[in-house]
């Protein structure tokens, strides 16, 4: 058996029934385990199994009551996976598909992440398997307060400070600060994501999607190409997906789809800025589905119950949720002759997926690098709320453009192959160098 077979089956052995958790480790040996192999000075220090061991994990009772006066119960969930080089940081997910072997892969998957982005975050996630879907204002405020009733006891702002993530945006942050701020009776940044009337950032919203077309534009200068000109296929219709299309659009690119659980529409004109402002309130503030663009624009179609990674691009842009690139997407891209996938949700690849990704030769980032800048922008929220002062819409994206393309220099350092770039080598080393270090330095705790 090889090095990394024993230390998956000890992974699955020691956490069983968690193949999202397993997944993600699998994906993170299988650089790290020959780095460790080749460097004395990490050999024999058990790095890689104790930054796979949450240092903590809270599960908590949610009981809330709901507009027909019945009373619910949910399960609540942080887990503080790894405090070596900043307080835990990440986000919150309210989705009914929560368990604790997502939460997991999630605070794992970020440690890493939030080690590439150069700033001094930990890793963490947590969530709810609360479905926010179809629920009413009034519902999703007693669901965050009761949720932060008991989570307040063990955040804050120099401890662990959670954001959104699926389910959980500016509405849910807001009820979420709200009643952390009364129960410790303190006014901090314990929460990002806020919004901007209260210690938010300017471009943080952005951020994520923002990111992700920074770093294509990385990879793609690195090849003497551009933005300008180039087809993008885009999956999710939320945050993620919403401000990757807004920045492709602005540079030039043309976006034909995005999607929601439900089906993907695919507009072959393009969808264009104002296309664009019609998604975003339909998502946002009508919470409607992506279905009903096409009743707005006749010449757009709409595939039911299906993905869209069969349409012909030059960049796919997965930006929904885990998986969903299985194998037979991934070749589909690939006999397409797609020139980049481009991670913008956590995961999204199967391992299969990423296999032909691989080996067909097409630029593939993952999430970890190119999903980074919405933490690293939530760590600049930290960074202001500390100082007490708000930085200018031009200074933050200047920022975070900066630090895509420092994450992205760190992918090239560490993944080099000849001519070639394996970005996830490179990620998943440079981010454990860093992780690495800080726990040398203090000692076995
Ligand atoms: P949102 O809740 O804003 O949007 C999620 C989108 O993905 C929606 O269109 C949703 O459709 C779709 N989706 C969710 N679950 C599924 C599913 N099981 N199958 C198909 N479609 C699905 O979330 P975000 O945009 O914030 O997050 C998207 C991804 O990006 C996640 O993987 C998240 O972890 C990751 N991410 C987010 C960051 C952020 O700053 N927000 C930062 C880094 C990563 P529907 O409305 O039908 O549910």
Known sequence: MSLLEKFIQKIKENN????????????????????????????????????????????????????????????????????????????????????????????????????????????????????????????????????????????GPNTDIPAGDIGVGSREIGYLFGMYKKLANEFTGVLTGKGLEYGGSLIRPEAT??????????MLERIGESIDGKSFVISGSGNVAQFAAEKAIELGGKVLTLSDSSGYIYDENGIDEEKLEFIKQLKNEKRGRIKEYTEQYNDAQYFEDEKPWGQKCDIALPCATQNEIQKEDAQKLADNGVQAVVEGANMPSTSEAIHIFRNSGMLYSPGKASNAGGVATSGLEMSQNSLSLNWSREEVDQRLKDIMTDIHEQCVKYGKKGDEIDYMKGANIAGFVKVAEAMLAQGVV
């Open 16 to 155: 069983p029934n968690e193949p999202e958790f397993h997944q993600a480790v699998e994906e993170i040996a299988e650089s790290i385990l020959p780095f460790i192999e080749e460097n004395e000075r990490y050999q024999n220090k058990k790095l890689l199994e104790r930054i796979a061991e949450p240092e903590r994990i809270i599960m908590f009772r949610v009981p809330w009551v709901d507009d027909q006066g019945e009373i619910q119960v949910n399960k609540g969930y942080r887990i503080e996976m790894n405090s070596a080089i900043g307080p835990y940081k990440g986000g919150i997910r309210f989705h009914p598909s929560v368990n604790l072997s997502i939460l997991k892969f999630l605070a794992f998957e970020q440690t890493f992440k939030n080690s590439l982005t150069t700033l001094p975050m930990g890793g963490g996630k947590g969530g709810s398997n609360f479905d926010p879907k179809g629920k009413s204002d009034a519902e999703i405020m007693r669901f965050c307060q009761s949720f932060m009733a008991e989570l307040y006891r063990h955040i």
């Open 209 to 218: 999607g923002y990111g992700v077309i920074y770093f294509v534009q990385n």
